[in-house]
């Protein structure tokens, strides 16, 4: 809902004609921790790791930082249209290392981002609340224990004058 007013250059700011937004939404919309995620030196996109039939997501961007990453929790539902229900449902969504390709033996530094809070050391999956029609973004920083190095892969490449072996280390 916020692109069009962001795109149209539309003075959001409480008091305006445009009939401003509140603190809150300026907070969430200023948050220096989620811009930051947003303007990542390494611009790798997200990719989706959870999707279940029922709504709840999980996405993953790795970031530039070694072994950091942004994860952002969906809890989407059916009725996306008209107001948000008085009461709306809350569904807690986990994931696993595997979900979002990380060295099982790993532990995982987990950042609320929205509350800027640290929410302390993780290890095999992490799970949290979500509001019905909301989203959570945290950030994981991996203490991996160190992977080995992969073998070197081998190209051959044969020329009209012989054969040269060609070794690429990746």
């Known amino acids: 809902a916020l692109p069009g007013p962001l795109i149209l250059s539309a003075d959001l700011r409480p008091g305006t004609a445009c009939g401003g937004i509140d603190a809150a939404a300026l907070q969430t919309l200023t948050n220096p921790e989620v811009i930051a995620v947003n303007q990542d030196p390494a611009a790798r996109p997200m990719r989706p790791v959870l999707n279940s039939s029922d709504g709840l ?3 993953l ?12 929790l969906f809890h989407r539902t059916r009725r996306t249209a008209g107001p ?29 981002l929205w509350s800027r809070s640290a929410l302390g050391t993780f290890s095999s999956s992490f799970s949290a609340n979500v509001t019905e029609r909301d989203a959570r973004i945290f950030t994981f920083t991996l203490d991996a224990p ?9 190209i051959t ?9 060609v070794v690429y280390d990746w």
Do not use: C, M
């Open 57 to 59: 997501q999980a996405w």
């Open 61 to 72: 961007k790795p970031l530039a930082a070694a072994n950091a990453y942004a994860v952002i």
């Open 84 to 112: 948000i229900p008085a009461n709306p449902a809350v569904r807690e969504i986990r994931v696993a290392w595997a979900d979002l390709g990380f060295p099982l033996a790993a532990t995982a530094h987990v950042r609320d």
């Open 146 to 154: 160190a992977a080995p190095a992969p073998p070197a892969r081998r």
């Open 157 to 165: 490449s044969v020329e009209a004058a012989g054969t040269a072996e």
